[in-house]
């Protein structure tokens, strides 16, 4: 599923970079620091880059700067090969398009009346094209709907349309999805992935969720202090190492031993609701290859699986984990030389994930470790999965917090 | 913002509802305060000459320096600018008094005009200083205020020339108009039109001058008035009692079917002397009496008794 | 709020309408002085007597209706103008120191013995202008921003205010100056009505062929920005030329609030925040609305006028009050 532009950049060296930055440089007016602090990078023609870093980052005053909205930066911005600065405010309106972080709030147009302003000349917006693209995202329902009643998803969508009767070459978005509950961020990535697919547009991004940006954006530039410290795919800048001195603070850090020898063996890690992160980064600083699973998409592990390029069983938001699934994640383990089982809630729906037990076909050579723990807290199936969970202590190493695991996985 | 408009909304309303009510027009808080003045006054004795006294009103001013009491009055309001003697004595307020101005002058009782202020003289008793108050709210009031205040202070002059004088003009005007009252529309502001009511001091002056206030029957000292009751009511007079422009008052729509304005009568006359219920309130009623019926003109000398 | 909001426009702007019709034909009909109807009907066919009162109280009915209109209708549109250009639905046509720089300047000609009405105009016409020329050039000189126009606004609003307390304070024509500043509808001569009409409608209509301009000042400002289009060029050219037609409207009548703060409210909760049809909506609206406020302070007590500034807060704020408590129904409703 993932896009891969890659190919693109070689196309890159004929034409120039949609962006390209150069010791790109800015400051508020009146502040001492330098929001943007002497950046390099590039944007290439027709590619999906994702902007990725915590907040205070500068994320907003890059894309600000890209829009051509900040200006009076120092050094060098260039836009298809000229420097944004010189660009007329019409040329800028005509190449890109923008979708903003706040959506139109109680703004009583319909969408028919706001997509009629995608022009600055209302009367040059051909209502064929507005029609075409509103059945085509399979919005005509809300053509003569007010945008204060549609719902933020909708809104979006319409904000979309927007910007796609632009016809820009490049579109800029600054969060596009913050507001938005899982499926409808899904809805709107398609979408837009479709497009960019289709008209070869170029798509920059601020996007808060990394796992968005891993699914969809081909390119991944992680900023912080106003400084770039990783440009790639994702799999190269969103992994914990990058990611962790971030968003996680550099102290988890500071015994990392990377690089020591090889793989040192293969881990299935079983958790759910964030219980799994420590566990995975511990793993992965050993120098365990990990998996995981079953995990619903947009659980909070998933997330920080999806962010580390972990392999995982995955199952549909809020789905009871399938048949399919579960022996998906039972063959995971099997391939494993140990399995651990993290310290999370057990519902109807995950109870699955403690189904190995029963299944005494379980080679000999996977060490069960898993997290002690007391199960009535936990257990919210009325008794089923106590039942599981104290079969599996019975065979399984016990620890209690992080550090038994780590002597545990070492002793290993 | 919000809040500004608001206030200034509010605003708004008390002065209109002011201007309705007639605080401008200080006849109208009667009765008020009438036992602790007569209480006060009562109280008064001027054994010790030479008196000290304090005038805070410019009718009032007026009167004192009538009555030969002038000498006396050692404070006005900054209003007071008649007569011409006045403007040069100290002074201890305008519309607001200044109290702190008015203790330092020490004065043996402060003379008022009853209505004026709201609670003038319950302040000025707190401070122990006696106060006169004088019911100036009609003709018949001023005369009788004017012998009070000569009594009080063994002023060498009352009212009797006064009274006489009015005598001799109302017996003069009723002679020469025998059968006719003209009828007046009295303008005190343009733009919103307003008038004086039944209620107004101005309304009495009219009716002694043989004319009438076609809004004589609004109980009220001034009214934001209709033109539509202007023009139904078709007064033979309009009279401007502000720095109006007369063209302009004839040229307002509807206003050219007018009597007043088809036999150009519309006359602008001095507003000090028609607001001021003080001794020249005389000079007021013959001022207007000359201007409704100049065929039948009455000269000041006229109504002058013999002495 | 129905969710398909194509039909509603056009049934507000007809109800909008006729009740305006409606409230010209009692307006004209009903005063202080009783006219029979033949002699309504005979003014109508144009065959009553020029020289005849009650044609002349009629006409003056018809002239004081056209300036209630125009009062009305002039300052619910400047309110839209404004409230879209400064993206502050609290904006109102006297946010920018039209209404106290009108009051301080009519104040000093009253002071300084300019009586007549139409030289009070002119004063007033002058300080409404240079006020809100003040504000907005020293809003211009540090940052501007809508926020930097409403700040400066509101401190040039006050700092007039107290100045004209300071005039009234001194003045002998306090009485004079707070009659003003009541406002009135009474005194209007067919020419002046006339030109204000040729100006605020000229104007309106300039305005009106922007109206999508006004649409996007009211959406997200980078994606305006994105569009190519110069915000603060068309927010200031809007803002002259709203307060331009406010002057005019408030030299002559004094001042009437509320009216361009609640029409454009009530307006976009009817028809929404489309200007192609709010604009022309507001306008009849607030014309509308002022002939009725304008026929009950002429009508409410023998004799008096009431000052209109009064009636239209008391005829407007619960009318507002209750359409906010209809819209928060519906919303419940949409969202729920």
Same mark, same amino acid.
């Given at each position: ?24 440089t800015?400051r ?21 880059a ?93 053509k ?77 530039i ?5 400084r ?8 190269e ?54 998996s ?80 002690g723990?007391d ?27 992080i ?10 | ?38 209480a ?13 006294i ?63 202020r709201a ?17 100036l ?171 | ?11 507000? @702007? /007809? *109800?909008?309408?006729? =009740?305006?019709? %409606? +409230?010209?034909?009692?307006s004209? !009909? &009903? ?28 006409k ?8 209630? @209109? /125009? *009062?009305?209708?002039? =300052?619910?549109? %400047? +309110?839209?103008?404004y409230?879209? !250009? &400064? ?37 007033a @016409? ?7 020329? %003040? ?6 000189a540090?940052?501007?921003?809508s ?43 067919a ?17 009106l ?37 406010c ?9 009437i609030?509320?009216?361009?703060l ?63 408590a ?9 969202n729920?």
């Open positions: 599923m993932r896009t891969d532009n890659k190919g693109s950049s070689n196309a890159g060296n004929a034409a120039p970079p949609a962006f390209r930055a150069a010791a790109l800015y508020f007016e009146g502040e001492d620091e330098n929001i943007i602090n002497g950046i390099n990078f590039a944007i290439e023609a027709g590619s999906f994702a902007i990725v870093g915590p907040n205070g980052a500068g994320k907003s005053t890059l894309l600000d700067i890209m829009l051509g909205y900040r200006k009076g930066y120092a050094g060098s911005l260039e836009f298809f090969g000229r420097e944004l600065a010189k660009v007329t405010a019409g040329e800028l309106a005509r190449e890109r398009a923008y979708i903003p972080q706040q959506s139109e709030d109680g703004l009583r147009l319909s969408a028919y009346e706001y997509l009629k302003l995608s022009n600055a000349d209302p009367s040059k917006t051909s209502c064929s094209e507005i029609d075409e693209l509103l059945e085509k995202l399979n919005i005509s329902y809300l003569n709907r007010s945008i204060a009643s549609m719902s933020g998803g909708e809104a979006r969508l319409v904000q979309l349309v927007f910007v796609l009767l632009r016809k820009p070459r490049v579109l800029l978005l600054d969060e596009p999805v913050s507001y938005l509950d899982y499926k409808n961020q899904q809805a709107f990535f398609e979408i837009l992935k479709k497009e960019h697919a289709e008209r070869g547009i170029t798509v920059a991004a601020i996007l808060h969720d990394l796992n968005m940006a891993a699914y969809y954006c081909g390119e991944i992680l900023i912080n202090d106003g770039i410290l990783k440009q790639g795919a994702p799999f800048v969103l992994n914990y190492r990058t990611l962790g001195s971030v968003f996680f603070g550099a102290a988890g850090f500071s015994n990392a031993r990377p690089g020591s020898g090889g793989v040192r063996g293969r881990v299935h890690v079983i958790c759910g609701g964030g219980s799994g992160e420590k566990i995975i980064a511990r793993l992965i600083e050993r120098n365990f290859s990990v995981c699973g079953v995990l619903n998409a947009g659980d909070s592990d998933w997330r920080f699986c999806r962010a580390n390029s972990v392999p995982m069983v995955e199952e549909e938001p809020y789905r009871p984990i399938s048949e399919e699934n579960y022996i998906k994640n039972l063959e995971y383990i099997k391939a494993s030389s140990a399995v651990v089982v993290c310290d999370f809630p057990i519902g109807a729906g995950n109870l699955a994930n403690l189904k190995f037990a029963e299944d005494l076909a379980l080679p000999a050579a996977v060490n069960i470790i898993c997290a723990r199960f009535n807290e936990l257990d919210y199936t009325g008794g089923a999965a106590s039942a599981y969970l104290e079969k599996i202590e019975k065979k399984a190493r016990v620890f209690k917090n550090d038994e695991f780590e002597k545990l996985i070492d002793s290993l | 913002m919000k809040n500004s408009s608001i206030l200034k909304k509010t605003w708004r309303a008390v002065l209109a509802l002011l201007a309705l009510s007639g605080f401008f027009y200080p006849a109208f808080a009667q009765g008020e305060g009438e036992a602790l003045s007569g006060a006054e009562s109280a008064i004795s001027f054994e010790t000459r030479p008196v000290c304090v005038s805070s009103s410019p009718a009032v001013t007026e009167i004192l320096f009538y009555i030969g009491a002038g000498s006396m009055v050692k404070g006005v309001t900054t209003l007071c600018d008649y007569p011409q003697e006045a403007k040069d004595i100290q002074k201890i307020g305008d519309l607001n008094i200044n109290y702190e101005k008015l203790l330092e002058i020490k004065p043996d009782a402060v003379f008022s005009m009853k209505g004026l609670n003038e003289e319950e302040i000025l008793n707190s401070f122990g200083v006696k106060t006169v108050s004088l019911d709210s009609s003709i018949e009031s001023i005369f009788d205020s004017i012998d009070k205040a000569a009594g009080l202070l063994k002023a060498p002059k009352n009212s009797s020339q006064l009274r006489k004088k009015m005598k001799n003009l109302s017996s003069l005007i009723r002679k020469k108009q025998k059968n006719i009252v003209r009828s007046v529309y009295f303008e005190i502001w343009g733009d919103p039109p307003m008038t004086v009511g039944g209620a107004s001091f101005i309304n009495q002056i009219i009716n002694a001058a043989q004319g009438v206030n076609i809004f004589n029957e609004v109980n009220l000292d001034n009214l934001s008035v209709s033109l539509e009751k202007v023009i139904e009511n078709n007064p033979e007079f309009i009279v401007a009692a502000y720095d109006a422009k007369t063209e302009e008052i004839a040229l307002r729509p509807g206003f050219s079917n007018l009597i007043a304005v088809k036999d150009s009568n519309i006359i602008k006359i001095d507003y000090n002397i028609y607001v001021r219920p003080g001794p020249r309130v005389i000079e007021a009623v013959l001022d207007l009496y000359n201007r409704l019926y100049p065929e039948g003109r009455i000269e000041a000398e006229e109504i002058t008794p013999a002495e | 709020m129905t969710t398909d909001i194509r039909f509603k426009p056009y049934f507000y @702007f /007809i *109800t909008a309408l006729s =009740l305006c019709v %409606a +409230g010209a034909a009692l004209f !009909s &009903l005063g202080q002085a009783a006219i029979p109807p033949g002699e309504i009907a005979g003014f109508l066919m144009l065959k009553s007597q020029a020289d005849g009162r009650y044609h002349a109280i009629l003056m009915r018809v002239l004081r209706m056209a300036a209630a @209109f /125009i *009062t009305g209708a002039g =300052l619910a549109f %400047a +309110g839209v103008v409230q879209s !250009s &400064l993206k502050n639905y609290l904006a109102d046509p006297f946010m920018l120191g039209i209404s106290a720089g009108a009051a301080l300047f009519s104040a000093l000609a009253i002071t300084m013995k300019f009586h007549s009405s139409l030289a009070i105009s002119a004063f @016409f002058t300080g409404a202008i240079l006020s809100v020329g %003040a504000v907005m050039a020293i809003s211009y540090r940052k501007f921003s926020y930097n126009l409403i700040l400066t606004g509101i401190a040039l609003n006050s700092f007039f205010s107290s100045f004209l307390t300071v005039v009234m304070y001194l003045s002998k024509d306090m009485q004079n100056i707070f009659f003003w500043l009541m406002g009135s509808l009474d005194v209007r001569y020419d002046q009505i006339i030109y204000t009409y040729l100006f605020v409608v000229g104007a309106a209509c300039y305005i062929k922007y109206s999508h301009i006004l649409d996007l000042l009211r959406i997200n400002e980078k994606t305006v920005f994105s569009i190519g289009v110069d915000q603060n060029y068309y927010k200031i050219k809007f803002l002259v030329i709203a307060s331009l037609i002057a005019l409207i408030v030299s002559q009548t004094g001042i609030g509320f009216v361009g609640i029409v454009p409210h009530a307006a976009r909760i009817m028809v929404g925040d489309s200007h192609r049809i709010l604009l022309p909506f507001s306008f009849v609206l607030g014309g509308t609305m002022l002939i009725y406020c304008d026929l009950i302070s002429r009508t409410a007590a023998d004799s008096i006028n009431f000052p209109i500034g009064i009636i239209t807060s008391l005829v407007g704020a619960p009318f507002f009050i209750f359409l906010l209809g819209q928060r129904k519906a919303g419940a409703r949409a729920g």
